[in-house]
């Protein structure tokens, strides 16, 4: 138990130490270098929601109606956010399976059919857009 705390930890520390960066203030100009930063990031926060408010429009255009866009609109974000989450995945069940699992077969079978569910859930919300769109486009007209 004490082992997997420590690379789960071990893991989190190399996780943020790879992706973070060292931020030096000075004294020259700092509330007006907030404001800046607050006013860049609302800019870039409104473009975000437009960009995206943009791309369920087109999907509403697309498919010809608003329920048919909303949902495929949303099927296209999960299917993005499957890919990492879907890795991540796959790297915890195979430290489970290949770490963890040789002294302890009981997890090593649980490692094992993480991954098989894992990679089924993977492949099922990288199919589900596509069969979506079939069923709507093709059948409906």
Known sequence: M???IAAIIMMIM???GLF????YAT???VTTNSVD????ATVNLVQIKDRELETLQDYQESYGDNTYGLVAY???IIRLYSIPFGFVGIAISGIYRYIIG???LDVRDKGFGAMIGIITVMVICQVLPLVFAIVVKGWRG
């Open 14 to 16: 190399i996780t943020l």
């Open 20 to 23: 973070t960066t060292s931020i």
């Open 37 to 40: 930063l607050k006013n860049d």
């Open 27 to 29: 004294d020259a100009n």
């Open 2 to 4: 004490k082992k997997k």
């Open 74 to 76: 949303i099927l296209n």
């Open 102 to 104: 040789i002294r302890k």
